[in-house]
């Protein structure tokens, strides 16, 4: 790699960082998932009887755009196959729009879901969707009582023992389950057409594929007794439990208007209060309502599609990262002190929910979102203190460093108060890991338990590195311990948060060498060999997100700028020349591979939702993977493109080669070296 050719491709990529900050200081980039986005915001606007939303028709274009040739609608950009879910949600939300079922758009989409094992393959989430259209019976959805909310902290079954999007996303569906609420779709757009057997002959029950004697058991009998407990004249403390429901969701919205700062909870938070009479100009349902106008919605070819979060904090450390690491270049350090006067106001000075399980500790972490207060995570709050850190000394105003070493003792306090018992971090909470709770019936999707990750660990032990601690630290020490107890036998580590092996390892590399770890140690080297082993012919690494049910898949895929970043990221924390070839081919990929603007284009999918595995962190695919109801199109998933992972991480990348020349090479390697 030629040295001249990285400055200019950092200069490049430097300016277009600059170009798109914000004027208020922070940057964020679209982020992007799937139809099940618009299609959702779709029928809750039916549901709701909200005729006149002048995103609709754009909303409706973004469904149709996303249609894959086969009829479907996929989880992630391009998946092997498309989903059951997405396409019965995409196909509801286009009949309710008014399309005619003998469309091409929807016959393509019907046969496929019929092809596919129709309604009966559909998750729990979808099946509520389609009881409030009147198009399933609710009794054969899962009972969701509203009682929960009064079950005392020391129990199994407790609320606040499910991950907190978990929660928020449980309490409205409480009421909604409870009220079992309806608006039916009309007579010329009903779905009679995915009922081929026609209903009476149609099996709406739950799956039931275990033994006798098993958890899964219990909690459908409980379910079955719970939906007959619905109907019975005696609700004793029915009433409390929903106003306390309620109450609940109202104290927990979002300043934006959001709830969790997440879609989920956000679209059945409305659902639920308008059921129990809220109105639509009501100021909670008026700003809940007027929020996804704000920054939620974009525009993409012609449609309006909806984000499902927002990730402002995220991108803006991230940023700054990616300029400390080129070394403040000419003209950042003012965009640096907007980031970080912006940092300042947004940290999470209140409690939250985290406060039910950790006693005594004070807040002071920040949040992935503008506004999202009850719910700030570890792994905003550790790439926070990592940037601050390294921007202190060079700030000029003294009461701006004051404000920023406040910051950062007080948000170092929360990350070790937030240390799980096995050395880990979790994203949001602390002790979060009852397994059992993941098999009742409403947990066929996505994950509802937030335990600790090796990514967001090793986060929080580069920040605390930064900030004095070593190798021999307590709390690095626990750490660093359960790192190496969950490397995998090949040298890598599971991402969490994002896709996926690549990503996993890319984080622990940089965290053990800020700590003090010898990085020629032999799970070190171990691991660096793993990266070099997936670099692909064009110099780049890619993982495709069906590495999370696919182990033959792990650390294989298209070369993506963000997991090239990520890759070089690792090996450049070894200090080794034995990869400095590898290291070459991978900034050739990225110099050749950038737009002239300074940026990267990126389709694919690097971003972790959930994996779908429900308890939230690696399965052993070869013992337990045929227990899930999902291969690599991720049915039970959620994937997320970040649009600015494709630019900060490669910055990031590049300005650490830049700070290592003798790694670079005078001439570009080929795909021969």
């Keep these: 790699m030629n040295q001249q050719q990285l400055k200019q491709s950092i200069q490049r990529a430097t300016s277009w960082l600059l170009a798109d900050q914000e004027e208020e200081g922070f940057w964020v980039g679209r982020l992007e998932s799937n139809s099940c986005m618009e299609a959702e915001w779709i029928m809750a606007m039916y549901i ?65 879901i019929l092809n596919s094992g129709g309604l009966t393959e559909t998750r729990v989430f979808t099946r509520y969707w389609l009881a409030l259209l009147g198009e399933w019976p609710w009794e054969q959805t899962p009972a969701l009582p509203p009682e929960i909310i009064f079950i005392p902290t020391w129990a199994p079954f407790n609320l606040y023992k499910f991950a907190s999007w978990a929660r928020a996303t449980m309490l409205p569906l409480t009421i909604l389950s409870a009220r079992r609420p309806t608006r039916p779709l009309d007579a010329g757009r009903r779905l009679d057409e995915l009922f081929p057997d ?34 019975f004249p005696l609700h004793p403390f029915r009433e409390a439990a929903i106003r306390a429901c309620r109450e609940w969701i109202v104290n927990h919205q979002d300043a934006d208007g959001a709830w969790g700062g997440i879609q989920p909870p956000w679209i059945y938070s409305l659902m639920a209060l308008h059921a129990e009479g809220y109105a639509l100009d009501h100021p909670v349902m008026a700003a809940g309502l007027h929020g996804f106008n704000l920054h939620w919605s974009y525009q993409r070819n012609g449609g309006t599609y909806l984000q499902p979060s927002e990730s402002p904090i995220w991108d803006t450390v991230l940023s700054l990262l990616a300029l400390l690491d080129c070394g403040m270049p000419s003209g950042t350090l003012k965009a640096a002190e907007k980031a970080v006067t912006y940092l300042l106001k947004e940290q999470v000075l209140v409690g939250g929910d985290w406060q039910v399980f950790v006693k005594g500790a004070e807040p002071g972490g920040w949040a992935f979102e503008f506004e999202n207060d009850k719910y700030p995570d570890v792994d905003d709050t550790a790439v926070a203190v990592m940037v601050l850190i390294r921007l202190l000394p060079m700030m000029n105003d003294a009461e701006l460093q ?59 032990v580069e920040a605390l590195g930064l900030y004095g601690q070593a190798l021999t630290a307590p709390a690095v020490a626990r750490a660093c311990s359960y790192i190496r107890r969950q490397q995998e036998e090949d040298g890598s580590w599971f991402g969490r948060w994002g896709v996926n092996y690549i990503y996993g390892t890319a984080a622990v590399l940089p965290a053990l060498k800020v700590v003090g770890e010898d990085m020629q140690a032999d799970y070190i080297l ?107 199109e991720l049915a039970r998933g959620f994937m997320l493109n970040y649009n600015m992972y494709r630019h900060y991480f490669p910055l990031i990348a590049m300005g650490r080669a830049a700070r290592h020349p003798d790694c670079l090479t005078t001439t570009s390697p080929t795909d021969d070296d």
């Design 48 to 112: 709701m009887g909200i005729d006149d939303d002048p995103k609709h028709e754009g909303v409706v274009q973004a469904i149709l755009n996303d249609q894959r040739a086969d009829g479907s609608w996929e989880v992630y950009y391009d998946a092997p196959t498309g989903d059951i879910n997405t396409t019965v949600e995409s196909y509801t939300a286009l009949r309710i729009a008014g399309l005619d079922p003998e469309s091409s758009v929807l016959r393509s989409a019907r046969e496929w």
């Design 198 to 231: 026609g209903r009476s002959n149609f099996d709406f029950r739950l799956p039931r594929k275990k033994g006798f004697l098993s958890w899964e058991r219990f909690f459908l009998t409980t379910d079955y007794l719970l939906n007959r407990y619905v109907n």
């Design 402 to 460: 004051r404000n920023m070493q406040t910051a950062v003792d007080k948000a170092v306090q929360w990350l070790l108060a937030m240390q799980n018992p096995n050395g880990g971090w979790a994203a949001f909470d602390r002790d979060n890991t009852s397994k059992f709770l993941t098999r009742i019936p409403f947990a066929d999707f996505g994950e509802l338990l937030d335990p600790p990750s090796v990514d967001v660990t090793a986060h929080v």
């Design 526 to 632: 171990r691991a660096c060999r793993w990266l070099v082993d997936h670099q692909n012919k064009d110099g780049g690494w890619g993982e495709t997100c069906g590495s999370y049910m696919d182990d033959s898949l792990r650390g294989k895929g298209p070369s993506t700028a963000s997991q090239t970043g990520w890759a070089l990221m690792g090996l450049l924390a070894a200090d080794s020349h034995d990869f400095d070839q590898a290291i070459n081919r991978g900034l050739a990929f990225l110099c050749n591979s950038q737009r002239q603007d300074g940026t990267w284009d990126e389709p694919w999918y690097t971003g972790t939702g959930f994996p779908g595995y429900g308890v939230g962190e690696r399965i052993n695919l070869q013992k337990t993977g045929d227990q899930y109801s999902q291969g690599a």
